[in-house]
């Protein structure tokens, strides 16, 4: 370990952020708060603690490094641990969801930025930290924006503690860092925090966009890899995909097409990087290209800031990305594929021009590009924001609306959440937090869901409550090949129930499982099997997490299928809708006239009440996870909302 890390010690010294070294750290002891821009590759995340810890700032707490990816908080880790000459979990560890290294001695801690909210849970003036290094800012994640407020407020609270007298309390640091950042409103967020630019090398680097637009952006990224294979001068490439599905198929592609190449071009080794990998097929990507053969790398876009990936000279933009880590539908894990804005395409193009000169391959025309908005819209103004209510509430905060944002939400958008936080039990009368509230908190998935689980203890179906959570966590479960409507169709069939698709998706999971998630069975009936292997994935999650939250994951309902129906409605209440005397559906709140989406298990039946987990609206406002309830559930599910209504 010492021989690695005596090695290590040049490659340190050689970045571009060492000669910034003393300044940063005087800065640093000065300020209270400092904003570092700095080019992808500087050193910023690796070497900026480090200095930190030799600088001896961690003398009265562990410095903390939060990261939007979990992937890029466990590589940072251990690349660092490395460079120490220790191994991971003591000096310096990392924590994520399931997942925590770190003990008593750690000194320097890669975390996401959900982990450190929930620390904040346990220990509000986070005392048990030094420094709070915010990473990848510009990213603005839901998760960030409400840290920023946080550990400024924490910040402040402590800087007068102090001033009082209090013993054994210490200042607090913050450290806002970004490749690319607004850096003057994040200095004027920050206190008018001191901006330091470290400057990187940077070599130009040409675009080449496309002149149609590309229908399948994983066929065109293929026929690039091997165009610059074949015509240009040695250097890697590096791919931008969407997600892992995505990332495995064009590499089986890669490989496949490998096979028909004459010999004298050297052999393309596609390397993939994605979360759901062991670390050692990842460290690949950081070793030297054998001779006479070229690196592709498959990534998504956690190569665009997060994790540098040395020798690559071209770049293909496939133009989008899966925004990040979090599921609108239920706050787990993200599955929506969005056009990326023009910073992260430039960005992308950046990575070719590290080392030399470079080349970047947009597989999308020069007007999609002009099309594209500036920045990435944080995500603060653009979701539900009962979380982030529930968050700061159980951190302390107790009126959300004069909370210090950094890009303020809208009052209605806060208003509704509080109102729906309330209905589901979380906030009493006069907005405070309940103990359910609290519990509440501390789930990994968002309020309605997390009030499903702590329902489906009372009603004993946590089980079931469990799986259908698990398959809601996908897209669509059916395939539908436009060359085989009939077919899929009646294949569907037999999983119906007839009350709705909430059973329905149950009863897939059945047949999954009784044939051990055979694909010769998902093909004929069509079944996506990927998705399905997904479903699996968040079920041991959520079974894990329930575990911990003390609940017993395996209490079943058996065959008592209603009272799962019922547990979802005290989750799911607000989504009632009642038939009308014209064969339409009324929405309980808010009376909006809501369509049964085609693709629902509930479509064209009339049943007198309904509630669902969807709304979009396409030409109309269809509702998606549709299934029958009675009118009569209602004020049992949620006594406070329709209690107050009828009076
Ligand atoms: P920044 O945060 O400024 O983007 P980093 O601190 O992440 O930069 O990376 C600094 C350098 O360390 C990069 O040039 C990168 O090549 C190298 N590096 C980072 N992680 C690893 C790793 N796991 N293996 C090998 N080299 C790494
Ligand atoms: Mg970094």
Same mark, same amino acid.
């Given at each position: 370990l010492r021989q690695k890390a005596r090695e290590l010690a040049k490659h340190r010294k050689q970045l571009p952020i060492f000669s910034a070294r003393e300044t940063i750290i005087k800065e640093v002891k000065d300020n209270a708060c400092v904003i570092i821009v700095g080019e992808t590759g500087s050193g910023k995340t690796t070497q900026i603690p480090q200095y930190f810890m030799e600088a001896g700032l961690s003398a009265h707490g562990t410095i903390a490094v939060t990261q939007p990816r979990r992937v890029a908080a466990i590589n940072l880790a251990k690349r660092v641990a490395q460079e120490v000459g220790t191994t991971i979990g003591n000096q310096v560890g990392y924590s994520i969801r399931f997942d925590d290294t770190s003990s008593?001695?750690?000194?320097i801690k890669y975390m996401t930025d959900g982990i450190m909210l929930r620390e904040l849970l346990s220990d509000r003036l986070l005392l048990n930290y030094s420094v709070i290094v915010l990473d990848?800012?510009?990213?603005?994640?839901l998760r960030t924006d409400i840290l920023f407020g946080m550990v400024k407020s924490i910040q402040k609270q402590r800087a007068e503690m102090i001033e009082q007298g209090k013993k054994g309390i210490e200042p607090l640091k913050i450290v806002v860092m970004s490749a690319t950042l607004d850096a003057e409103k994040f200095s004027a967020y920050f206190y008018n925090a001191k901006i330091m630019y470290i400057s990187g090398r940077m070599y130009p680097v040409k675009v080449l966009n496309t002149i149609e637009p590309q229908s399948d952006y994983v066929d065109a990224a293929l026929v690039t890899a091997f165009q610059i294979h074949q015509e240009e001068t040695a250097g890697d490439i590096l791919i931008f995909l969407t997600g892992q599905e995505e990332i495995e198929n064009l590499e089986k592609l890669i490989e496949e097409y490998s096979v028909?190449?004459?010999?004298?071009?050297?052999k393309l080794i596609p390397c993939p990087i994605f979360a759901a990998q062991d670390s050692a097929t990842q460290q690949k990507i950081f070793e030297p290209t054998p001779a006479g053969c070229r690196k592709v790398i498959l990534a998504t876009?956690?190569?665009?800031?997060s994790i540098t990936i040395p020798n690559i000279r071209y770049v293909v933009d496939t133009g989008c990305h899966k925004?990040?880590?979090?599921?609108?539908?239920?706050?787990?894990e993200s599955l929506l594929i969005e056009p990326i804005s023009k910073s992260s395409a430039r960005q992308r193009m950046g990575r070719?021009? @590290?080392e030399a000169p470079g080349l970047c391959f947009r597989l999308y025309t020069e007007d999609s590009f002009e099309q594209l908005e500036e920045d990435t819209v944080p995500e603060i103004k653009r979701c539900n924001l009962a979380s982030a209510i529930l968050a700061l509430k159980a951190s302390g905060v107790e009126d959300v609306t004069k909370f210090d944002y950094m890009d303020r939400p809208s009052k209605s958008g806060l208003l509704k959440s509080m109102e729906q936080l309330y209905a589901l039990g979380a906030l009493d009368d006069k907005g405070d937090l309940t103990e359910m509230g609290k519990k509440m908190a501390g789930?990994? $998935?968002?309020p309605p869901y997390a009030k499903v689980l702590l329902q489906s203890e009372v009603m004993e179906c946590t089980k079931e409550a469990i799986e259908i959570i698990a398959l809601l966590s $996908?897209?669509?479960i059916f395939t539908f090949p436009s060359n085989k409507r009939e077919e899929a169709n009646e294949a569907r069939q037999k999983f119906?129930?007839?009350?709705?698709?909430h059973l329905s998706l149950l009863n897939v999971l059945r047949g999954y499982e009784s044939v051990k998630g055979d694909r010769d069975w998902c093909r004929e009936n069509f079944i996506n099997g990927r998705h399905m292997r997904h479903v699996l994935e968040v079920r041991k999650q959520l079974i894990e997490f329930s575990e911990r939250a003390g609940?017993?994951? @395996?209490t079943s309902c058996g065959h008592d299928y209603e009272i799962v129906l019922k547990c979802f409605l005290a989750g799911f209440f607000q989504n009632a809708a009642l038939l009308q005397p014209d064969s339409t559906y009324k929405a309980v709140v808010g009376g909006l006239t809501v369509n049964i989406h085609?693709?629902?298990?509930?479509?064209?039946k009339k049943r007198a009440a309904i509630m669902y987990n969807e709304l979009v609206f396409t030409t109309k406002h269809y509702i998606r996870g549709v299934s029958a309830i009675e009118a009569s559930w209602l004020a049992q599910a949620a006594p406070k909302y329709f209690g107050q209504r009828q009076a």
């Open positions: 008593k001695g750690t000194k990848e800012a510009h990213e603005r994640t028909d190449l004459p010999t004298r071009f050297g876009n956690i190569a665009e800031t925004s990040r880590g979090y599921n609108a539908k239920i706050g787990i070719a021009g @590290r789930f990994p $998935v968002d $996908v897209d669509t119906l129930s007839l009350d709705g698709d609940i017993n994951p @395996r085609p693709s629902s298990a509930m479509f064209g």
